[in-house]
DNA sequence: AAACAGTCCAACCGCCTCTAG
DNA sequence: GCTAGAGGCGGTTGGACTGTT
């Protein structure tokens, strides 16, 4: 036996809603709230099934959304944030005040899948499909931000062979360009003996990463970790645009940090101190050493892009 | 004007995750 | 630990709209 349907799907009205199912959703929605879509239709008074009551809200008919075209600016921001999440709409749209998932989907299949085919670059795997991958080329009618996306894509296009962290959430192939434009150079002192001020300057390039994506073309080296030697630090295990991992050097705690806290610009976290809890959860991390090659590749993946460290 | 093709987008469907019991 | 119900997510589709022949 299945699972129970959600509504009797002969006796709900489907298709597009009539502006007076809209005004008494709204009207019932303001009055009592919405606890329970799936009961909200029967005492609203709508022939609707609850998912349908709760798509029509959360896409149109909710105050705090943004209907109308994107922006440019708006569009750049879908190209990049697909670039490092994918298909991840709901992800992406909370990155896009006011935009719903559903909207960004329909403006990325309509619109921006093709325009980023024609920079030559697989919508669907972001992998170039030019054979001049690696190959930065600035055409004249190249538009703004479109370069980042094409400079990311040829780092990124050569075959990672890194280990896969089993829980990243995104593909390990990118990292933010954010990071790399804040750090032009590290010595090796810094990176093979693990000086406080190169956590620090992974750190804090982590926390004003939020810029974009790009990629890493080598398999990074056999690097002692630098932070496991030192008391009460936190270092980073995996790094994403916007999503990160810290670990305590000492009593391995794990955190990890969307880019809603990056974004707060603040530097507190470095110390363990969390200062909003709605922004940060914790996960599990395999205590199998794994996480300090994660260190180790990130300073030389960030090395290799010839950036400058931002040191504390 | 009619037929057809292509585009756009709101809404649906089925699956997944989370949570309470 | 298991199960069922609920919300949430992403893929897909139906139909309205627009452009072309």
Do not use: F, W
């Given at each position: 036996m299945g699972r129970a349907p959600c509504c009797d799907k002969n006796r709900v009205k489907k298709g597009t809603w009539s502006p007076q199912e809209d005004q008494m959703l709204i009207h019932f929605i303001r009055m009592n709230g919405h606890e329970n879509w799936r009961a909200l239709p029967k005492k609203a008074g709508l022939l609707r099934c609850g998912k349908s009551c709760r798509i029509r809200w959360v896409n149109?008919?909710?105050?705090?959304v943004k209907l109308g075209n994107f922006s440019f600016e708006e569009e750049e921001t879908i190209i990049k944030l697909h670039q490092l999440m994918g298909n991840r709409w709901s992800a992406i749209a909370s990155r896009l005040?006011?935009?719903t998932d559903n909207e960004i989907k329909n403006v990325w299949n309509i619109h921006l899948k093709k325009q980023v085919s024609r920079m030559?670059?697989?919508?669907?795997?972001?992998?170039?499909?030019?054979?001049?991958?690696?190959h930065i080329e600035k055409s004249p009618?190249?538009?703004?931000g479109n370069l980042d996306l094409i400079q990311a894509k040829a780092l990124a296009d050569s075959p990672a062979t890194i280990s896969n962290s089993?829980?990243?959430?995104?593909?390990?192939?990118n990292l933010s360009s954010g990071i790399l434009s804040s750090i032009n150079s590290i010595d090796s002192e810094d990176i093979?003996?693990?000086?406080s001020s190169s956590l620090g300057w992974l750190e804090s390039s982590c926390i004003d990463s939020f810029a974009g994506p790009i990629g890493y073309n080598q398999q990074p080296?056999?690097?002692?970790?630098?932070?496991?030697?030192?008391?009460n630090q936190y270092y980073a295990t995996e790094i994403s645009t916007n999503e990160l991992m810290w670990k305590h050097s000492s009593n391995g705690e794990a955190h990890y940090f969307t880019s809603d806290y990056l974004e707060?610009?603040?530097?507190?976290?470095?110390?363990?101190?969390?200062?909003?809890?709605?922004?940060f959860k914790d996960i599990e991390l395999?205590?199998?050493?794994d996480d300090c090659d994660g260190f180790g590749y990130w300073l030389n993946i960030l090395k290799q892009a010839g950036s400058s460290p931002m040191l504390l």
């Open positions: 149109y008919l909710r105050p705090d005040p006011g935009r030559g670059i697989d919508p669907v795997t972001n992998h170039s499909t030019s054979p001049s991958a690696g009618s190249m538009e703004k089993s829980d990243t959430l995104y593909d390990s192939h093979n003996g693990g000086s080296p056999d690097i002692e970790d630098a932070a496991s030697n030192i008391e707060d610009d603040s530097l507190s976290c470095m110390d363990g101190a969390v200062k909003d809890p709605h922004l395999q205590s199998n050493g």
